[in-house]
Each structure stands twice: as C-alpha cells, then as structure tokens.
C-alpha cells in the first residue's frame, strides 16, 4: 500500500522536492493534502497532477480561480489560515510534511502530531517556539518527528544503531554562509541582493538570511536539543564551507561519524518519507576525488553573534527561544524591505529575548500572544 502523506507548503522550495521524491518512487506514495500560502497557480498545477483529496490556500482572494480549476477533478478547496489548520488536524494520512516557513508552522506540527500522525520536520520554529510543547504531544499520542533539515537527518541516520550513552557530541555544520571571509567592518553595508546569495544551497528567501546571518545554525542548536535530548554543552557548530559534511556525531571513544552527500535537499527528504529505507534515486552523486579536500574553521561569534544568542536563549529556555525566533523572522522581514541594516537583525533579537516578559512554562496561547508582543516590538525599532 502506498503511503498517505500530506504536504503543508508544497509551493516552497522543501514542498517543490518533496514532490520531486515522490514522482522518483511514484508506487510508494499518495498525496492526500497540499497546501500554498499565495502561490495558487503552483497549487493549482500540482493539484491537477497528484489529483489529492484537498487543497489548502491560505491567501483566499484567490480562492474563486482555484476552486474553478479543481472542481472538475472533485478536488476540495479550503481557505485562510483556517483551512491550512483543518488540513494540519486531519487523521487520514500516514506521514504529514511540514514545510511550512516560519511561525505559522508552529501550530500545525502540533495539530499532527495531537491527530496521532507522524510528522516529517522541516519547519524549525515548530520546535524552536514550542520544543516542550511538540515533545509533550508526542509522548501523549506515540507520534514521531522525522527531520528534514539536512543537519539534523545527517545527525539522526548517524545514530542509527548507536547507544546514546556512547555519544559524547552532536556536531552541526554549516557553511559559513556569503559573508564568512567578507571585512566585519562593511557588514552595516550588507545589502539584501548580497545576502540572498548563498554559496551551495538553493533556498527560500528568509531562510536564505538566516544562513548570511547564521541564525539558521543557532536556531538548528536549538532544534537538535530537542529532537536528539542531549544537552546544550553536548551540541557543538564547526564551519565547513564545502557543505559536503552535512553533521556528525563523536562517540564516547572519540571515533566520529559524519554523513555526507552533495547540498541537494531532496536527499534528506527523501528519507524523512522513506525511513528506514535509503531506496534508489537518481540524484547527483558525490564524487570525493573531484572534490578534492574539505576544510573546517570554529564559528566566528562576533562575526555571526546570533550563534551565540541561541546558545544563551538555549540555557534560559522558557519563552526566551520563542521570542529570538519571533524576533528574528520579523527582523529578517524588515531586512528584506530594506527598513533595516543587516547588522540590526541581531541587535533586535537580543533586545527582544531581554526585555519580553519571561515565562518558564508556556502555553500555546501564551506563545500567539508573544508573536503580537515581538511583532511590535521589532516594528519600533529604529
């Protein structure tokens, strides 16, 4: 029998591969759910393509055209943010894929898992705001999260038959991102063109920034506390620009195990759906002689201080993890408008994560609120 699944985000860079997987293993797959935010001509292709069971867009003022074109497929179109939330709840598949950007994944990842379904992750504010609230739904309904990061599938198939009292460290890469070598001096001259240009990987916009920034790398510190229950001195970052290490993990008798493969994101998505398979795919292989050497380099925290924002919201928990990453994505917005200077971004994010007020245990409810706090908070900066 194939595998129900369901793609929240489908238009986006993450949702467009996992469609690229499931045409590869076209037998092993049916697609039940796809949702977009505003790309409703996307949507509109891919649903007279995989002919699902519903369709999701969240900007309704398109909605007329969309369900125009799907009505003669019997196809169901929900609308507004309300309809991606009834999609997110919905018990009739076997795997959700959360590809979701930013906030507005939160809630769906925990519609999911509270369904009882399993969830492939690659939306990180899920776990980023809401780690102990994802933790507890899942040990309520025995669901699982699958990652779909490329950091974070590289550290899960590298435990794959450990014991996790024989890990010593979980060791997340990262590129280093456009500005690793650039003068920290011209870094208030950064300009969005210049950000969005991002060495290996081919990325959505705001996670694009937050690869110049190296947020992404904090937030993935946060992330990995969460998924793989080791603590914050237990996580470690090293620069590898090459991309071709995608993390590792050092064992108890210092042997370290890394995975590794070329920055194609339909790898790791590929098994997040197909776990504990690595089935057949025809995707680039990694060729080590052409690459010819890989090197590494300790993070530069002054350089990239949101590295160093997330260890320290990391030890604070609570609230504090949430606001850095409300904080961080309205910031990368204004950024991108060019309201702010790229060194503003984490500037903001410590002022937020400082004065918000701090609460230990938080509720979903009390989360929605700080999203309308930060959002004001970000706004009047200047």
């Known amino acids: 029998m194939p595998k129900k699944i369901s793609i929240l985000g489908s238009t986006g860079s993450i949702g467009r591969n996992a469609l690229k997987v499931v045409d590869n293993l076209k037998s092993d797959f049916e697609i039940i759910y796809l949702t977009a935010n505003t790309n409703y001509q996307l949507l509109i292709e891919q649903a007279l393509r995989y002919k699902p069971k519903a369709v999701g867009l969240v900007e309704s003022k398109n909605a007329k055209e969309v369900e125009s074109q799907l009505n003669k497929i019997n196809v169901e179109v929900l609308t507004g943010k309300e309809g991606l939330i009834e999609i997110s709840k919905r018990n009739d598949v076997d795997l959700v894929l959360n590809a979701l950007v930013g906030i ?155 995975q590794l493969g070329v920055p194609d994101m339909k790898v790791p998505i590929q098994y997040a759906l197909t776990y504990p398979r690595h089935k057949p795919a025809d995707w680039e292989r990694l060729d080590l002689i052409k690459l010819g050497k890989m090197t590494f380099e300790e993070p530069d925290y002054e350089r990239f201080p949101s590295i160093k924002l997330a260890f320290d919201s990391l030890k604070k928990l609570g609230t504090t993890p949430a606001v850095l990453n409300i904080a961080n994505e309205f910031a990368v917005y204004r950024f991108l408008n060019n309201e702010i200077k790229f060194t503003d971004i984490p500037k903001i994010v410590e002022q937020a994560c400082g004065k918000h007020d701090w609460m230990e245990s938080p509720t979903l409810s009390d989360l929605q609120n700080l999203i309308g706090w930060s959002k004001d908070f970000v706004k009047s900066y200047k």
């Open 104 to 258: 507005a994944g939160m809630k769906p990842t925990l519609n999911a898992l509270n369904a009882g379904k399993n969830v492939a992750l690659s939306n990180k504010e899920s776990l980023v705001m809401a780690g102990q609230l994802v933790k507890n739904a899942q040990q309520k309904k025995g669901a699982k999260l699958y990652p779909v990061d490329s950091e974070h599938s590289a550290i899960w198939q590298c435990l794959q038959g450990e014991n996790k009292t024989d890990v010593s460290k979980l060791i997340l890469t990262g590129s280093g991102g456009p500005f690793r070598e650039r003068n920290i001096n011209t870094f208030s001259e950064i300009t969005p063109e210049e950000a969005l240009k991002h060495p290996n990987w081919n990325m959505g916009n705001k996670i694009t920034i937050d690869s110049a920034t190296m947020m992404n790398k904090g937030l993935e510190i946060i992330e990995a506390y969460w998924l793989f229950d080791f603590g914050v001195e237990e996580i470690d970052i090293v620069v590898h620009p090459q991309s071709i290490i995608h993390s590792m993990i050092e064992l108890q008798d210092g042997s370290v195990k890394a």
